[in-house]
């Protein structure tokens, strides 16, 4: 059975690269797609993903904004949140923390560093 996803990103380009990632992992995955937070948060309303990769710097709403409506739903504590953002702000890495995110992802400029976070999210899964 594929594990729902659902992926907010904004940028096109990173959105294809995480998902040739994911495709290394393993893992089969429904994913679903939302470019800015306010897409993702309703597209919330009706999926209800086992893993988020999340970016922080998305349009409408912002990514931390997104995180801590996830974790406020039903059921939102069991969602695996792994931050995958150009940030690496402690700031954020610190807010991202307090809201219980399984890992952070910052993006890397080349492909091969990338596919790094097929191993991130298979770590994820695997978390009890």
């Known amino acids: 059975m594929p594990i729902p996803v659902l992926l907010i990103e904004d940028n096109q380009m990173d959105a294809l690269v995480i998902q040739e990632a994911l495709k290394t992992c393993g893992h089969v995955f429904d994913i679903r797609s ?29 990514g931390l904004e997104v995180l801590s409506e996830i974790r406020k739903r039903p059921r939102g504590v069991e969602v695996r949140v792994v931050v995958v953002t150009s940030s690496d702000s402690e700031r954020d890495f610190q807010a991202a923390q307090r809201l219980n995110v399984n890992a952070y992802f910052c993006k890397p400029s080349n492909l091969a560093e990338f596919m790094n976070l097929s191993e991130i999210v298979r770590n994820v899964l695997a978390q009890p």
């Open 34 to 62: 939302a470019a800015d937070g306010e897409a993702a948060l309703a597209l919330l309303d009706g999926f209800h993903p086992a893993l988020v990769l999340l970016d922080l710097n998305i349009p409408k709403v912002s």
